[in-house]
């Protein structure tokens, strides 16, 4: 699949209902230069208005007494579109890693470097694609909704904070979400599902990652970043987000291939 179409925090909100966009301060971007910018700097949280008639929720933030405004990016999107961006340094790492480090005899400092390079992006490709999920779970979750867990002794309630904070990773998507949605992705067992469990398992091993006299663990770890289905799961990714939200992913438009 394609890179991603870059949409802002709020973008529905701002595009679809006025509460949001009536709370914040609106502006054109041709009227912002650094005379607005420091006058309206204590508000902080700006909506700019681009020539296109784009909404984007921004804040000025001051460096060092220059002022400049960031927009902000839906962090669902913005892991997911990094995730992308690294999977295509990976593969390119992978083939470099295997054509170099073929012959050993021949092997150099840089050859040996493959390694570190490789691990280092495929990790940090599959740590990006599970926060974007995660992230994804924490914004749906209706602001009023609240998680209840019976059993014959007590009765639990988790309001939306405390599920975020609480509430594992896995009881979210297959417990919460189905309760306040009422709609599950994991309804039944799948290879697209089974993707996302493999996408977490992996994660989990990564940032935990457990020490042994022997370093097989390490081993194994690497060997299962060497095998992971990449492309498979950025597929079963895109098809879980756009499953609760709409259109929610988009492939850009543009005929760029990265």
Not at 55 to 73: A, E, L, Q, R, T
Not at 145 to 153: A, L, M, P
Not at 189 to 217: F, M, Q, V, Y
Request: hydrophobic content about 35%; charged content about 25%.
């Amino acid at each position: 699949m394609k890179h991603i179409k870059r949409n802002f925090l709020f973008h529905d909100q701002l595009h679809n209902e006025k509460r949001l966009a009536e709370e914040i301060q609106q502006v054109e971007i041709k009227e912002i230069d650094q005379q607005f910018l420091k006058k309206n700097s204590k508000d902080n949280f700006v909506i700019i208005t681009t020539d296109s008639d784009e909404k984007i929720f921004s804040f000025i933030y001051n460096d060092n007494g220059k002022s400049c405004m960031i927009p902000v990016p839906d962090f669902s999107l913005v892991n997911y579109n990094f995730a992308y961006n690294l999977n295509v340094q990976r593969k390119e790492q992978r083939k470099n890693l295997v054509k170099n480090l073929a012959d050993i005899s021949n092997a150099t400092e840089i050859n040996f470097s493959f390694a570190y390079d490789y691990h280092g992006t495929a990790s940090a490709c599959i740590i990006s694609l599970f926060t974007s999920i995660e992230c994804f779970i924490n914004d749906i979750i209706p602001e009023e909704f609240e998680y209840k867990i019976e059993s014959d002794k007590k009765t639990e309630i988790y309001n939306k904070s405390q599920i975020q904070y609480s509430i594992s990773f896995n009881d979210k998507l297959t417990k919460v979400l189905p309760q306040a949605l009422g709609i599950n992705f994991f309804a039944k067992p799948n290879p697209t599902n089974a993707h996302i469990h493999n996408l977490r398992n992996l994660r989990n091993e990564i940032i935990h990652t457990k020490s042994d006299k022997t370093g097989r663990n390490h081993v194994e770890i690497l060997k299962k970043l060497l095998n992971f289905k990449y492309d498979e799961t950025f597929i079963a990714t895109f098809k879980l987000l756009n499953f609760y939200k709409k259109g929610f992913i988009e492939e850009c438009p543009c005929s760029d291939s990265w």
